[in-house]
């Protein structure tokens, strides 16, 4: 498998609200979200991605095109990126003919995420999700999508689950069902990925595998970006697993 999307499309307001870029642009110990997101899919052997832009999408492919890449990149345009991001897949569903990765723009993760996610037997119809077991090493649980699962299974998924095992670290392997899914429950106001993978989930068809040790972070806010930058000045590109932090000590001068 040799192809991923990237979810670009959103405003990214919590983090780069009132600057000149959209949020996949914002660095992260000194390169772009999305191309460490695009550095750790060369390192995996993808070749072939798809971005899907929305807000300030000029500004972003013009960011994306000052690195050079080992990778044919093609950019989907979504005119409506205020609606959810299962709104933005579907402007790219020409791009899913086969397995595909499907991640998002602003989770920087370590290069060995991906591999159980790589190696996992899919169905034709069936997608399946990198989870995270070690809940209590999330940085913003409030925030992050949480997962109930039923052995290997999903049985649902959303932020506001009040049971659940895992957490869904933005990676997942898709087939053309996930696209079927989603053009089921899209509507007037679009629809989210989690809508669409709840549909899935609700035909057994929704599937998880352990990211075990591996690290990921969602970079969604300012006490988010400080964490994550701290992760790479100690860890580099791997990260590595750490114990949480507290807010005191990721806004010290050191760190800024």
């Keep these: 498998m040799n192809r991923a999307i990237i979810l670009a ?3 990214g307001e919590r983090l780069v609200n009132g600057y ?3 949020k ?18 060369e390192f995996s052997a993808v070749r072939e991605v798809a971005i899907v832009v929305g807000y300030l999408g000029d500004v972003l492919i013009s960011g994306i095109k000052r690195f050079s890449f080992d990778l044919e990149i093609t950019f989907f345009h979504n005119d409506e990126w205020h609606k959810p991001n299962g709104t933005s897949l579907l402007k790219a569903k020409s791009f899913v003919s086969g397995p595909t990765y499907l991640m998002m723009s602003d ?3 370590s290069t060995s995420l991906i591999e159980p996610i790589r190696r996992y037997p899919l ?7 990198g989870v995270d077991f070690n809940i209590t090493r999330c940085f913003d649980l409030e925030d992050a999508t949480k997962v109930e699962i039923d052995g290997d299974r999903v049985v649902r998924i959303g932020k506001q689950l009040e049971t659940y095992q895992a957490l869904d670290t933005g990676v997942f392997k898709i087939t053309p069902a996930v696209i079927e899914a989603l053009e089921r429950v899209e509507g007037p106001k679009g629809c989210s990925l989690s809508d669409g993978m709840a549909a899935l989930a609700a035909t057994g068809r929704m599937r998880i595998v352990d990211v075990k040790d591996a690290m990921w972070i969602d970079v969604d806010t300012p006490d988010a970006h400080a964490y994550a930058e701290m992760l790479l000045a100690n860890y580099g590109q791997e990260l590595r697993p750490m114990p949480q932090v507290q807010p005191s000590v990721i806004e010290s001068p050191a760190l800024n």
Aim: hydrophobic share 50%; aromatic share 6%.
């Design 9 to 11: 499309a959103g405003r």
């Design 20 to 22: 000149s870029f959209p």
């Design 24 to 41: 996949p642009l914002k660095e992260v110990n000194g390169l772009p979200l999305i191309v460490r997101v695009l550095r750790n899919l």
């Design 107 to 109: 989770h920087v993760w």
């Design 123 to 129: 169905a034709h119809d069936e997608a399946v999700l």
